[in-house]
C-alpha cells in the first residue's frame, strides 16, 4: 500500500495563478481532509470529505475549492493564489463507522509558495 | 467549535529527563476522539495515540504515557526517560463526534538535548 501520496511535493505560484494540489488514497478510507500548516504553526483544516459525493467547509476554507468524486482521490483547487497561502498543505485520510473515528494517515506534504 | 489548547510552545530537557506535554480541550459534545501526533524534522506527522470520550483508562507504551481526564478537560502526554530521537513537534487534536471538523493545537516543540 502507497498510503497516502500527495502531488506536487514543492511548486511556486505567481500571484493570480491557479493550481491543484492532488491526493490520493489507497486505504478504502472514507473520510478525507485537507490541511495547511503555516510555519511554526499547527494544522488547520481546509476542507473535508466523509465520502464520495460529499463535501464540508473546515476552520480556513476562503480561497479554496475541492471536489470528492471517487473514494480513493480528493484534489484541492486554488483558484487565485495570493501570498496568504504560502504554506505547507497535508492531505490525511481516515476510517470512520458509527460510534469510531480512527487516526488519520497523512499524506507527505505540498510546499507551495506564492510569489 | 471546539478547541485545543497546548499552552507550551516549546520545552527543552535533557536527555533521560521526565517530560509532559499538556494539552486542553473544549468540546460541548459528549462523544469526541482525542489524539496525539509527532512531527519530527522531517516533517511527516505519525500518529501516537487515539482515545474516544468514553475511554478514560491511561495508557502506556513503552516510554510514552497518556493521562486523559474528562474532570480537567486535558490529555497529557508524558515521555519518560527521554532521548534525542524523541525531539519533534507533538501535535493534540481533537474531532466531535457530531462534527468532523478536527482541530489541531499549535504544538509543543521538544527539544532533547544529550
Known amino acids: 500500500n502507497a498510503g497516502v501520496t500527495q502531488t506536487p511535493k514543492f511548486r511556486i505560484l505567481k500571484i493570480g495563478q491557479s493550481m491543484t494540489l492532488q491526493c490520493t488514497q489507497d486505504?478504502?478510507?472514507?473520510?478525507m481532509y485537507w490541511y495547511r500548516q503555516d510555519p511554526g504553526m499547527g494544522l488547520k483544516l481546509i476542507y473535508y470529505?466523509?465520502?464520495?459525493?460529499?463535501?464540508d467547509k473546515g476552520e480556513v476554507p476562503n480561497g479554496y475549492n475541492v471536489s470528492r468524486s471517487t473514494t480513493e482521490d480528493f484534489p484541492l483547487r486554488l483558484e487565485l493564489a495570493a501570498p496568504s497561502q504560502t504554506s505547507v498543505y497535508f492531505c490525511?485520510?481516515?476510517?470512520?463507522?458509527?460510534?469510531?473515528?480512527?487516526?488519520?494517515?497523512f499524506g507527505p506534504g505540498t510546499r507551495l509558495t506564492v510569489l | 467549535a471546539q478547541k485545543v489548547t497546548q499552552a507550551q510552545t516549546e520545552i527543552s530537557v535533557v536527555e533521560k529527563e521526565d517530560v509532559t506535554l499538556d494539552c486542553v480541550y473544549e468540546?460541548?459534545?459528549?462523544?469526541?476522539?482525542l489524539f496525539w501526533y509527532k512531527q519530527p524534522p522531517s516533517g511527516e506527522l505519525v500518529f501516537l495515540i487515539r482515545?474516544?470520550?468514553?475511554?478514560?483508562q491511561n495508557e502506556i507504551s513503552g516510554r510514552y504515557s497518556w493521562n486523559f481526564q474528562k474532570s480537567t478537560s486535558s490529555f497529557n502526554f508524558t515521555i519518560t526517560a527521554s532521548q534525542v530521537v524523541d525531539s519533534a513537534v507533538y501535535f493534540c487534536?481533537?474531532?466531535?463526534?457530531?462534527?468532523?471538523?478536527?482541530?489541531f493545537g499549535a504544538g509543543t516543540r521538544l527539544t532533547v538535548k544529550p
Open positions: 490525511a485520510s481516515s476510517y470512520s463507522l458509527a460510534g469510531r473515528l480512527d487516526e488519520q494517515f
Open positions: 486505504m478504502n478510507h472514507n473520510y
Open positions: 470529505s466523509v465520502g464520495a459525493g460529499i463535501t
Open positions: 468540546t460541548r459534545d459528549t462523544t469526541y476522539y
Open positions: 482515545r474516544n470520550s468514553f475511554d478514560e
Open positions: 487534536a481533537l474531532s466531535e463526534d457530531n462534527n468532523n471538523d478536527m482541530r
